[in-house]
């Protein structure tokens, strides 16, 4: 047997397969938390306890998710082993801690031990994984718009948690708020835009294509979203220092009118980007993670339009919930099946039974109560925001907790599918195509 | 374009369209459509009692590399007369959806 080098070089599998499992649990949590206390969104999103779920969402459940998905995705993407293989039996611990530790904090009313402790130990890690994702780009370049936008959006994710521990700081220190600024929009930009919208638009480029069998989109519309969310990150940190330097209002307001523009500009090529992929497919009906995929994209308009409507917080919702949310659970139930088929079936030695197809480790009668349950709290939560009405904030809660449980159900049923003591045993006649 | 698959033999033990045909028992997991017509297989040559195919995947760095490699030299074993199966794992040409056959496509449901 000869291949080329570095096929398929990622991490152990426990370690994606742990943290994927661990987001999908964060999602229930965070959930219940909403359904339990709808009040959090109706309420100034500023307060305690609605900082402190927006960080059990970003940090421990997608965030989580990504770095999981990044022990395995670069080696995929460029080809050759990921640097530092076992880097992530101390990055994904130290996420999860700090990541606890900073909902804690934050719920506690920004107890600032909590916040600096767990500030750091995410910084650490998220500065590791940057580091791993580098080294691993060093190895073998990335010779395209997808790997090279994954790379800077891993990047992005690494600046994120070091602009919101700055934050955190400016919050408890005169001195350093009059240095730095105060700048939360600056931390959410960096890490719905940078990380988060780079990062789905430049692994979504190649996995949607091989998802849906689609001769591919158009690698200048990758490019371009990339240029446009470094603009608008590089407006969002003009408009953050503008004060602190001494610049005229107009000046911030001007940089903040640019961030906006890029932002939107950078959105919709998404949505074209993805429609074209889906108008070159070969596979007419998708899989239904991939449609839960596909459909996050709706959310790009939709919080477009609550942007240009004036609510802009409610923007942040649809477009964390909805279009990041919504990505993310698409993409983890595809990813989970592959990171445990691999792990049981890949190198085993000859079976007298031929391994089961990928798409019969899921349930899928599960996948519409995801993805209705996912994406029917996604809209009404925005819509709670702005009607400030805490029974739509419940429905949605409970929409999202409906969602979130069968999403959780189905991850573990995928693994024990794979991993259990009868790994291949049929579950359910599965028609999808 | 349809994959076109180079057939060599030199004192063949099995016809390389035999072990061709065999292949089409290994199936992409993900996909669930067999290597030759996902138009994976690239060339098939059997030199006396040993078989070597020269294969892509889907996609460069595919997880599943070594199932299916795994599962093309299994079914090349148990050809009668095979004593040694080897997988050439190539990423030129690069696979596209329109290397699948006409079965390939119809078994996905495109024709």
């Known amino acids: 047997m000869t291949h080329p080098p570095g096929a398929s070089g990622g991490a152990h599998p426990f370690l994606p397969v742990s943290a994927l499992l661990g987001g999908a649990l964060a999602m229930v949590v965070g959930s219940a938390w909403l359904l339990a206390d709808p009040a959090t969104l109706t309420s100034y999103l500023g307060a305690p306890t609605a900082v402190a779920l927006t960080h059990l969402f970003t940090l421990l459940c997608v965030t989580l998710v990504y770095v999981g998905t990044l022990q395995q995705l670069p080696a995929v993407l460029l080809v050759t082993d990921l640097a530092w293989t076992r880097l992530g039996f101390v990055a994904l611990p130290l996420l999860v801690v700090g990541g606890a530790a900073l909902v804690h904090g934050f719920a506690a009313g920004f107890r600032p031990g909590a916040l600096a402790a767990g500030g750091l130990a995410v910084t650490v890690s998220l500065a590791l994984v940057a580091a791993q994702t580098l080294r691993t780009a060093r190895r073998s370049p990335p010779r395209d718009a997808a790997s090279r936008g994954l790379v800077t959006a891993v990047c992005y994710l690494a600046l994120t948690v070091a602009f919101g521990t700055l934050l955190a700081g400016a919050r408890s220190s005169p001195a350093l708020a009059s240095s730095v600024g105060y700048a939360p929009a600056l931390h959410q930009t960096t890490g719905l835009i940078g990380a988060f919208l780079l990062g789905i638009a430049a692994s979504g480029h190649k996995l949607l294509a091989m998802f849906a069998l689609s001769k591919g989109g158009s690698a200048w519309r990758v490019t371009a979203i990339a240029w446009l969310v470094h603009a608008c990150v590089a407006a969002s940190l003009a408009a953050a220092l503008a004060p602190v330097v001494g610049w005229p209002p107009a000046a911030a307001r001007a940089a903040y009118a640019v961030a906006t523009v890029a932002l939107c500009a950078a959105g919709a090529l998404q949505v074209v980007e993805v429609g074209a992929l889906l108008k070159r497919r070969l596979r007419k009906r998708l899989e239904a993670p991939v449609q839960r995929y596909v459909l996050a994209h709706a959310f790009l308009p939709y919080a477009g339009v609550l942007l240009a409507s004036g609510h802009g917080e409610a923007a942040v919702v649809a477009a964390l919930l909805g279009f990041v949310g919504l990505a993310v659970s698409g993409m983890l139930v595809k990813i989970l099946s592959f990171l445990t088929w691999t792990a049981a079936f890949g190198s085993a030695p000859r079976r007298a039974a031929p391994p089961p197809l990928l798409r019969e480790l899921a349930r899928p009668r599960l996948e519409p109560v995801i993805t209705v349950g996912l994406a029917t709290g996604a809209v009404l939560a925005p819509l709670a925001v702005v009607t400030l009405s805490t029974p739509v904030a419940a429905l949605a809660g409970a929409a999202l907790l409906a969602g979130a449980g069968a999403q959780l159900w189905q991850a573990v049923t995928v693994v024990w599918r794979a991993l259990g003591p009868d790994p291949g045993r049929p579950l359910e006649a599965v028609t999808t195509r | ?111």
């Not at chain 2, 030199?10 to 028992?25: H, K």
């Not at chain 2, 996902?38 to 009692?49: I, K, M, N």
């Not at chain 2, 460069?60 to 050439?88: K, M, T, Y």
Request: negative net charge.
């Open chain 2, 1 to 111: 374009m349809t994959t076109t698959v180079e057939l060599v033999e030199r004192d063949a033990a099995v016809p390389a369209a035999e072990a061709l045909r065999t292949l089409q028992e290994v199936l992409d997991p993900e996909l669930g459509v067999d290597v030759v017509n996902l138009g994976l297989v690239y060339a098939v040559t059997v030199e006396g009692a040993a078989v070597c195919v020269r294969m892509t995947l889907t996609t460069p760095g595919c997880p599943l590399h070594a199932s299916i490699e795994e599962q093309v030299r299994g079914a090349l074993s148990r050809l009668p007369g095979v004593d040694h199966a080897a997988v050439e794992l190539v990423w030129d040409p690069p696979w596209t959806p329109m290397a699948m056959t006409a079965e390939g496509k119809r078994q996905l449901g495109f024709l």
